[in-house]
């Protein structure tokens, strides 16, 4: 596969669906056409997404990315969502960081999980496809200058736990959904005393997942 393969993969993405909020949606004909190919090619499509991602993973890019920049996850997601969009807004937002999305609902997370999830349909086996790069947030260290300590007053840290809270409650429907229940056991474990009737059932639902796959087979 080459680069222009994968952005020609990447052109198979609904995005209408995508810029409507509908990830699974916007997902369907790419894992389509991700299945149709060899599994080292579909390797190779989350090695270059990874790549992608880390043109994008700096410092300046956070800054233009609005509310998105100010988490790790967020900041992922908003990523994702310029990949997602295309090469011709990808390229647009490496060379121009302003040209980042500034909403928060311009996120792709389920970009990530793709080609694992199709390689696993197609081979049966679910592993963990290791790339060159990280795609997580400040794995790209030039460009990510050292930024001095800031002391959080109470107020502050405060307005940060309710911003945390407020983001692990949009991704957590999404992971649930896909079946990711250590990740929504991560996401909403910080909070359980104040998660609503919903999000509890959500959380305990998760973690029955997790002991249920933990009990050895008879």
């Known amino acids: 596969m080459t680069e222009d393969d994968f952005w020609q ?3 198979t993405l609904d995005t209408y669906a995508l810029r409507s909020g509908d990830e699974d949606g916007a997902l369907k004909p790419l894992s389509e056409a991700l299945s149709r190919l060899v599994p080292v090619d ?3 499509f989350q ?3 990874a790549q992608s991602l880390y043109q994008l993973d700096g410092e300046e890019y956070a800054d ?7 988490s790790g996850d967020g900041f992922l997601y908003c990523r994702c969502f310029v990949v997602g969009c295309g090469r011709d807004m990808f390229e647009a937002a490496v060379a121009d960081p302003t040209r980042m999305p500034k909403s928060l609902d311009h996120w792709f997370e389920a970009i990530l999980y793709c080609a694992g999830e199709v390689l696993a349909n197609v081979t049966g086996e679910d592993r963990h496809i ?10 790209n260290s030039d460009r990510w200058p050292d930024r001095p300590v800031i002391e959080l007053t109470p107020a502050q840290i405060a ?3 309710e911003v945390d809270y ?3 409650l949009s991704s957590v429907v999404h992971a649930s959904r896909r079946g990711n229940y250590r990740y929504v056991i991560e996401l909403l474990s910080p909070y359980t005393e104040r998660l609503s009737q919903k ?4 959380l305990d639902d998760a973690r029955l997942q997790i002991e249920s796959e933990a009990q050895p087979e008879e």
Do not use: D, P
């Not at 233009?64 to 100010?70: D, I, R, T, V």
């Not at 999000?199 to 959500?202: I, N, Q, S, T, V």
């Open 42 to 44: 579909i390797e190779q």
């Open 64 to 70: 233009n990315a609005g509310e998105s920049g100010e």
């Open 159 to 161: 307005e940060k736990y």
């Open 166 to 168: 407020q983001r692990a």
């Open 9 to 11: 993969l990447i052109e």
């Open 47 to 49: 090695e270059y997404l």
């Open 130 to 139: 290791e790339t060159s790069v990280s795609y997580e947030t400040g794995a």
């Open 199 to 202: 999000f509890r059932r959500m």
